[in-house]
């Protein structure tokens, strides 16, 4: 009976943490988990290991812009009234070749845009404006207006000075990025190494997506959800199924995912009930527990601990407390295992669309419909934001967060937000 009590006691006195200090103790345990190579066909998305210099200047030759004459802009000088003066064309240049011959006073070489401009010249001249005859086997080109040196000639190192820091590390590579790296001759990339991480969901009345539904059950909608933002955080996500509420079980389950996996996520069981297993579990001595409680609503208690050096992140098995807490634990994690420099969401400020009075004793994440008016961020808290509401989620660009203080707030007040990645929902 007094063993029963000790272990309520445990279960009920929780220490809240404040986020931020919640966030720092489990980010001290997320490090870059190392580097891999990867074909360039298949670095999108990926973070950039290595910095990138740039191994020549680009453009690596002076390029002509037009298609037209190379020559020498002191030459243009003598027209006058409308007189041209007549080059002799002694080369042909086509892009991708090199010139055969040097451009020395009165004479000129036809070239095509992208090609390397002949030593000698110091101007390109675009067809257009050019006339052209032909006398004793010879060509000409004519010009009727005196030309500025460096016109139409991009120089070697315009866009980078060799050994130029093009791309740092860390950098999430995007299509620019891809260009670089091709530019540069990088058919594979060195890239970080993939979080690999488990995620699990507890509870007796979970069926499986494609299961018809049953009386008193749901189907878990969590682990999917989870999957995808494991991957958009940029981590391999492998879900291990759901678990019925037994310690035994969860606790056999756990361990083999912290022995196999990088991260290991669950939802549900974390709350006071009869049935919440991942708290009871997290209790036990063999491991340290970070927290077990958050000064956060939803998801007040989402509890992490790290076993073998391993974070296991519990998070609140109703909907909406799960995905915010994918996004204020998970997802920084998973960005530092990654080696990127900013892993939290980035904060805005936004003017909220409708009142919001909602009153908590903790700082709330409400989620939040963005949208952009006259160049300002207008936020618009969901209708229904409980914990245990899953359907809004789905409209949700940003978190607004709401501190305790915060009471009534009206239409057009000032707000910060978290914004959530990818672009913003379309208004329906
Ligand atoms: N007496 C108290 N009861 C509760 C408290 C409390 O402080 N005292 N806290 C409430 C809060 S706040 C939250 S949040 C929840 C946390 O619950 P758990 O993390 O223990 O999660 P469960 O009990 O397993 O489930 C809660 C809810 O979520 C549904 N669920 C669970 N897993 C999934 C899934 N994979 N997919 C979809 N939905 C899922 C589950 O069926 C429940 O409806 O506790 C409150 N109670
Ligand atoms: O604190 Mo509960 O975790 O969502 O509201
Ligand atoms: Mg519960």
Known sequence: MDRHRDKADQKFQRKALQVQEAQARVMQYAKPLGTEEVPLSQCCGRVLAEPLRAPHPFPAFNRSGMDGYALRAADTLSCHAG??????????????????????????????????????????????????????????????KPQQAGSNITPVGFELQESELVLPAGRT????????????????????????????ATG??????????????????????LEALVR????EA???????????????????AL??????????????????????????????????????????VTTAAVRGGKLLLALSGNPGASFVGFHLFARPVISLMLGTERPLLPEMSAFIGTDYNRVNNFT?????????????????PAVIDESSVMVTIKDSDC???????????????????????????RQE
């Open 232 to 235: 958009e955080a940029g981590g």
């Open 364 to 380: 709330r994440f409400v989620r939040a419909r963005l949208e952009i008016r006259d160049g300002m961020l207008h936020a618009y």
């Open 204 to 225: 007796t009345e979970l069926l499986e997506v494609d299961e018809p539904l049953q009386p008193g059950k749901i189907r878990n909608s969590n682990s999917p959800m």
């Open 238 to 256: 492998v879900i291990l199924g759901a678990i019925a509420d037994d310690l035994e079980l969860a606790r056999s389950r756990v361990q083999m």
């Open 83 to 144: 007189e041209p003066v007549w080059l002799e064309v002694i080369d042909n240049i086509p892009c991708g070749a090199v010139a055969s011959a040097e451009i020395t006073e009165g004479t000129a070489a036809r070239i095509m845009t992208g090609a390397q401009v002949p030593k000698g010249a110091d101007t390109v001249v675009m067809i257009e404006i050019t006339e052209s005859r032909e006398s004793d086997g010879k060509s000409y080109v004519g010009l009727r």
């Open 259 to 300: 022995e196999n996996y990088d991260l290991v996520i669950t939802t549900g069981g974390v709350s006071v009930g009869d049935y919440d297993i991942m708290g009871d579990l997290v209790r036990e001595k063999s491991g340290e527990m970070l927290f077990n409680k958050v000064t956060m609503r939803p998801g007040s």
């Open 173 to 200: 590579i995007a299509a620019g990025d891809i260009a670089v790296l091709a530019a540069f001759g990088s058919p594979v990339v060195k890239v970080q190494r993939r979080p690999k991480v488990a995620v699990f």
């Open 399 to 425: 978190l607004i967060v709401v501190p305790p203080e915060a009471r009534g707030l009206k239409a057009g007040d000032k707000v910060k937000v978290l914004k959530l990645p990818g672009e913003l929902r």
